[in-house]
């Protein structure tokens, strides 16, 4: 298996009004409100019945825009090098991006969602519902992020200072 | 891009006491302290570098023991059809599956881990640090599940009773 390719395929696209990858917030908690929608391809509008009465989903995407891959990176929240692996940073072996998004409604095959952090045009890959059950932890230590002050993470999140 | 096929491989493999997929819990809420090893290839070990600071852990795997792919499932906690999409079965178009998990210590390249609901043998495709700043809300409403009592939850969840 470890040289066996596996084959994946977008099930939509994710349009927001991300246009330039050095603008887009990088988290949703730093997009707060940022609405866009969903599209769902035809094929797979089914799979979508009942996501409706989640007030959260969790967007898998493919980062189709990302530089290459690096195994360290440079966070936009720090100044200094970590392992890929310990940060949600696009250039990742298999580039596949994770958002928690609130879900606002669905029209049919359209999902309206707001806090989105993802560039438009994103191939969508899955969409898994928020449980609370879950996926809320209490007792959650965050490494090298728990340094960062609330201040300094907003203002970098939200790319109001260069990184 | 709707036709372009996206090519992953696997970053590593995860390795738990989970053999029999029907009696394998279904997330890790119901594994509490079911321990495994993700093991990542040499390859990409240095990207594992700082991700020891992070209490809970983000594993995107490829679910290759899947049924075929289902629009429609019914899942394990209830006896309805719902729509793939608002549940976390493994039969869903592009097969990744999204566990958190703890992580208790780093040896290398390997992680030992906590609360593990994953088949021994899976394809390891991702790891992402779960950040209580962007993972954590505090006003989620989970859809049907919230419909189903906790102890019910429970016994299902830990496959005690029959699905």
Redesign the interface.
Known sequence: ???????????G?IHSPHRDPHKTPI???WARGIAGRVE??ET?A???????????I?L?Y?F?RADGEC??VTPYLEDRE???????APS???R?G?S?VRLIAREGRILHVEDLDVLDGT?L?????????????E????????AID?KR?TRRGRRQEPC
Chains 1, 2 share one sequence.
């Open positions: 298996m470890e040289s066996d390719q596996i084959r994946l395929r977008p099930i696209r988290q949703p908690v769902v391809f797979f089914p799979g979508l019945e009942d996501l409706e009465g989640f007030s959260h969790h898998l493919y189709d195994l360290r970590r392992g890929v692996f310990a940060t949600r990742r072996p298999n596949i994770l928690l191939p890959l899955d969409i898994k519902p928020v449980i609370a059950r879950c996926d809320l932890r007792d959650v230590r965050s490494g090298w992020q728990d609330e993470a």
